[in-house]
């Protein structure tokens, strides 16, 4: 099984409206042998407005936006391309925090591109987490990393402190191949440890061995972190969300199910959504952080029990079908007046592609650019058809009509001018956080000047195409 460990630098936080920068990517085998790697880098897109802070991070200066060899798009289509071929026969893709930032900055890099955006895992891939490692590997067995901890004693999980506590290389922090490499540093110390956690946390890093250990086991590890803070628990798995399968309930043990089974609803929301939490929610579809009873920790929250007690109360809950129903009802209904954003980047979700536009988003990726617009014009979803004109204008604008050419200019002048109450970063708002920061970066007073410099002149009429 083949492993990929992967790193994006972005123009800031907001998987949604901001864009991948660099990918770099590692390929190993199963034993975490290097047999390839990907470094690639794109030009910003002509509407977005990078994060002074995040380019301060990074070390991107304003000359780097426009001179990268790709265009995001052409970006986008190369890593996808790479990706699928690492992973013909199954891979796992991992990173570092990558669940909360760099998986949902691919998927939208994908979906923005017209590309299939479940490609981490499907086709017999998975999805893993190194830091999520990392912090389930720290609870389970302390002594299997080092870990740095802040002035008030919690664990500190960013990564070039672990990597640095753990006398793994990381040259350049925030350097997506620095940065990947590290990880898969990381990773060869963990498997080298701890052997059986890490092929179990592996294991869970594709869905259907999720659902297996959860119906093959009455009770089990639940190990969590937050801020800063590991948390273990034993519980049982109750039922999956009734509108989402992907969205698993869990009886925490400690407490005794019985005064909950025939609960009135208001008291089971609040054992789900309350202060103290009695029932808890994992996804079997991003590596949830449950373990077979045998990885158990000596300190568990509330303190161990009985194995005894442990199968009993796991009983009483697996045995009440009613109470399981309405656990799977209630969590449903949690989502039952979301609405779709007006934002098409935050649709992401909403909806499956058809077939139809499938095979129309597959032909487009493998026409020439004479016949893509046609495409665009017969995509069915209005998603799509959003990304294909904004794809078409920012690499051909030559096929624009003088009209289509208009309303992009006019889209994207009010895309980057636009006041405050927009949720993504605009043109001024970035100057004026360039200011700020040039008191407190006084060193990187240059660095600055010239990126309030770029900012200034980012306007449709002046604005390099990507």
């Known amino acids: 099984m083949a492993f990929i460990f992967y790193d994006v630098e972005t123009t800031g936080t907001a998987a949604t409206f901001d864009q991948i920068l660099q990918l770099a990517a590692i390929r190993t085998d199963d034993a975490l ?43 986008m289509r190369q890593i996808h391309t790479k990706m699928a071929e690492w992973s013909a026969e199954g891979a796992i893709f991992v990173g570092w925090n990558s669940m909360r930032f760099d998986e949902g900055m691919l998927r939208q890099g994908y979906y923005q591109s017209l590309l299939p955006i479940y490609q981490t895992n499907t086709n017999g891939n998975g999805r893993a987490d190194m830091m999520r490692m990392a912090q389930v590997a720290s609870a389970c067995m302390p002594s299997c990393l080092a870990i740095p901890r802040d002035s008030k004693g919690k664990c500190v999980f960013k990564l070039g402190g672990i990597a640095e506590a753990n006398g793994v290389q990381l040259d350049n922090a925030h350097e997506a191949m620095s940065d990947a490499a590290a990880v898969l ?61 992907n969205e698993w309930a869990l009886f925490d043990l400690q407490f005794d199910p019985e005064p909950l089974l025939n609960a009135n609803d208001a008291d089971l929301l609040d054992a789900i959504d309350g202060k103290t939490k009695k029932i808890r929610r994992v996804s079997v579809n991003s590596q949830p952080a449950l373990l077979p009873l045998e990885f158990a920790p000596v300190e568990i929250r509330g303190g161990r029990l009985s194995i ?73 979803d209005e998603r799509f058809r959003e990304f294909g004109r904004r794809i078409l204008a920012c690499e051909r604008s030559d096929l624009l009509t003088e009209r289509e050419a208009q309303q992009w200019r006019g889209w994207c002048r009010d895309r980057l001018l636009s006041d405050s109450g927009v949720p993504w970063l605009t043109v001024s708002a970035a100057r004026a956080r360039v200011k700020e920061l040039k008191d407190t970066w006084p060193d990187r007073h240059e660095f600055l000047s010239l990126l309030d410099r770029f900012l200034e002149n980012m306007c449709p009429e002046t604005l390099t195409v990507a």
């Open 185 to 245: 540093g990381i990773a060869r110390l963990v498997k080298q440890s701890t052997p059986k956690l890490w092929d179990a946390m592996v294991t869970n890093a594709r869905k259907a061995a999720a659902l297996k250990l959860i119906k093959n086991h009455s009770h089990l590890v639940l190990s969590e972190t937050y801020w800063g803070a590991p948390y273990t628990f034993i519980v049982a798995p109750v039922v999956a969300n009734a509108a989402n399968a």
């Open 33 to 75: 042998n290097v047999t390839d790697s990907l470094n690639i880098r794109c030009r910003l897109l002509p509407y977005v407005v990078p994060s002074p802070e995040a380019l301060l991070v990074t070390g991107v200066t304003a000359s780097d936006l426009g001179s990268a060899p790709f265009s995001h798009f052409e970006m």
């Open 308 to 380: 005894t007690t442990y199968q009993a109360r796991a009983k009483a809950v697996l045995e009440h079908t009613e109470f399981r129903r309405r656990i799977g009802f209630l969590l449903s209904e949690r989502y039952a007046d979301e609405q779709p954003s007006s934002y098409v980047e935050e649709n992401i979700y909403a909806s499956f592609a058809t077939s139809a536009d499938e095979i129309r988003m597959h032909n487009f990726q493998r026409s020439e650019w004479s016949d893509r617009k046609a495409i665009i014009k017969s995509l069915g």
